[in-house]
């Protein structure tokens, strides 16, 4: 990992080529929001500098703030968001108050491919990026925004899905076959949380993804877009040319019931294998045991460990480690636990980016959640070149 003044970065080079890079960048926690937004560019364009980046190389940007219906005009109109035809970033912009103290932060991901890499703008929430012969979709800020009285959580969720399952039916491909992860906020977990499961459930059954079949890994957390009447707001990552075996879902029933077995419908962590390297999509991750129960109540670094240690078990399912995790979200139901866990975490994982923010998780129970990817070096020349 590379640490710069308020910027950690952490890269993953193949052995075929192409090298994947993924960025924590965090504001000064002093000044108004124009002067931290400002800085927090500053540091972007900085850290693309250091390890010598061009700005055309970001895939996917996720934009964590403090008070998104106030704040996101200005975000739109900055450099994190704007965009030229040639080289579109697929952009999300959540509130989740980051809480070190400052109002604004950044995750970015960019790829280096060894032949051209190639992006689509399919529409304002689909950008497709090729390379290395394989279609990767990133959608983002899939909302409604009814002018209507509310929607329910439930009618939202069916909404937002059918837009997803619509672009990829274009791309012929399908939310079976192709979509490997989803992010889902809820503007209140602990009101809308059970209509968007049950909203999900029902889908998915239509959509042939069952216990039989397999789910999707998928994170269910607090947060809000810009839009003041979406109560539900999406993204998502999908693989359109993905060949048979190539995708394989994780877990440790020594650690971790299936998320079924309490009727919520998620994977607990996705692999996906290319010839020189895995991609482990790991889901929100709590304190929790394998017959499904909350462990540690009320003591938030004691279920911080246990979620680490869930996480660390799905990835040796996977042949990998808490070593090739390359970023780490924290959500916190307390911001007051900010200072403890942000302390045992910088002992735990010194080496590994991390940004905490606010987001009660979907039982009031856990205090902490956890989620990221990993990349790990594999052999598998059977599998498609993740780039060329």
């Not at 952009?91 to 051209?116: C, D, M, N, W």
């Not at 998915?204 to 877009?225: P, V």
Request: net charge negative; glycine share 4%.
């Amino acid at each position: 990992m590379t640490t710069l003044n308020g910027v950690s970065i952490k890269k993953f080079s193949g052995a075929n080529g192409g090298t994947e890079y993924f960025f924590i960048i965090e504001a000064p926690v002093t000044g108004d929001f124009n002067s931290q937004l400002q800085s927090l560019e500053n540091r972007y364009a900085e850290a693309l500098q250091s390890v010598a980046l061009m700005p055309d190389s970001a895939i996917f940007r996720r934009i964590f703030v403090s008070d998104v219906l106030n704040q996101a005009p200005t975000v739109e109109r900055s450099s994190l968001v704007q965009e030229t035809p040639q080289h579109p970033v697929a952009v999300s912009i959540i509130e989740q108050q980051p809480l070190r103290g400052e109002k604004i932060a950044l995750f970015a991901y960019h790829v280096i491919t060894p032949s051209p890499c190639v992006k689509h703008r399919l529409s304002p929430q689909h950008l497709l990026v090729e390379f290395g012969g394989q279609r990767h979709l990133w959608s983002t800020q899939l909302y409604v925004d009814s002018a209507e009285s509310r929607l329910s959580a439930e009618t939202q969720t069916h909404e937002i899905f059918d837009n997803l399952i619509g672009v990829l039916a274009k791309e012929r491909a399908t939310l079976l076959d192709n979509c490997l992860r989803t992010w889902i906020y809820l503007k209140d977990v602990d009101v809308f949380y059970h209509g968007m499961v049950k909203a999900r459930n029902d889908l998915f059954t239509q959509h042939n993804l069952t216990k039989d079949s397999h789910y999707i890994a998928s994170t269910g957390i607090e947060g809000a877009c810009a839009s003041p009447n979406s109560l539900v707001t999406m993204d998502a990552y999908s693989v359109l040319d993905l060949v048979p075996k190539q995708v394989s879902h994780l877990n440790d029933f020594n650690k971790l019931c299936l998320a079924h077995d309490y009727e919520v419908a998620f994977e607990r962590a996705t692999r996906v294998d290319y010839a020189d390297r895995s991609h482990y999509f790991i889901s929100g991750t709590a304190s929790i045991d394998n017959t499904g129960n909350v462990v540690h109540l009320m003591d938030v670094i004691a279920q911080l460990d246990r979620a680490l240690e869930n996480v660390e078990a799905l990835l040796v399912a996977g042949d990998a480690n808490l070593n090739d995790m390359m970023y780490l979200f924290v959500y916190l139901r307390d911001a007051t636990d900010y200072p403890a866990v942000s302390a045992h975490l910088s002992k735990r994982l010194p080496n590994l980016p991390t940004l905490i923010v606010h987001g009660p998780v979907c039982r009031p129970e856990w205090l902490i959640e956890i989620e990221g990817v990993a990349v790990a070096t594999q052999s598998h020349p059977d599998m498609p070149l993740f780039c060329n």
